[in-house]
């Protein structure tokens, strides 16, 4: 079935420092989707990504939909205190058609910032 | 615009009691709606969607069941809790589409803590 694995699965940075993170699959995804969960709070959509090829940014966020449609990357510029957080990517589960819109989540990559 | 509301924020229950949470979406129509929980910070585990009042799927066996007596309500249940339902419990929601590539949009969930 489809999985997405996303690396690394921690990382512990500088302010200041450029972040990079990639979701990988073995299965193509029509659609790759970015979010980003606060502590204690639900996952936030970053960014959304539909067509191979594709780069999008978001502020200091940017992400791309690799041309294979197996993988995506997110970048994060500049990182900052409230960077923190874990990001997970995210694509459609399409075992399930029709309407459903289910999604399979990554595991998540750890994002620590220190001042 | 739409929201997701969830609540309670917090929840401390004796094992054997039940449980409800609720969930409520407003800004839209007919949309899709999920529950998932989340063990240890990390991944998220679809419980049950729901595409229509009173249509629901459960994702995995388990202690708990789901309800939507409304178009934009959705109720998570347990008759008798156990210790191994403690977690975070996200609600969420997305555009019913034929589509299958719609992002979902995550409530801010509710810690569920079982003594």
């Known amino acids: 079935g489809q999985q997405l694995n996303q690396s690394p699965q921690s990382m512990f940075i500088q302010e200041g420092e450029d972040v990079s993170m990639n979701c990988t699959s073995s299965?193509?995804?029509?659609?790759w989707l970015w979010y980003k969960q606060d502590p204690g709070e639900g996952p936030v959509l970053l960014i959304a990504?539909?067509?191979?090829?594709e780069l999008t940014s978001n502020g200091r966020l940017t992400a791309q939909f690799g041309i294979t449609r197996k993988d995506s990357f997110l970048n994060i510029s500049a990182s900052i205190p409230s960077d923190v957080g874990i990001y997970f990517c995210a694509g459609p589960d399409l075992n399930y058609g029709g309407a459903t819109n289910k999604l399979i989540f990554g595991t998540g990559t750890l994002l620590a910032v220190q001042p | 615009s739409q929201t997701i509301h969830q609540w309670p924020a917090t929840l401390v229950q004796p094992v054997g009691s039940p449980l409800s949470l609720e969930c409520t979406v407003e800004?839209?129509?007919?949309?899709?709606l999920y529950w998932y929980r989340q063990a240890a910070g990390r991944g998220l585990q679809l419980l049950f969607y729901s595409v229509g009042i009173g249509q629901i799927s459960s994702e995995v066996p388990q202690n708990l069941s789901a309800s939507r007596p409304q178009d934009r309500q959705f109720i998570l249940s347990s008759k008798k809790l156990l210790l191994s339902d403690s977690g975070f419990y996200l609600c969420a929601w997305s555009t019913r589409t034929t589509g299958n590539n719609q992002p979902q949009h995550f409530g801010d969930g509710t810690r569920l803590s079982i003594l």
């Open positions: 299965s193509i995804f029509n659609t």
């Open positions: 990504l539909y067509k191979a090829g």
């Open positions: 800004g839209t129509s007919n949309p899709n």
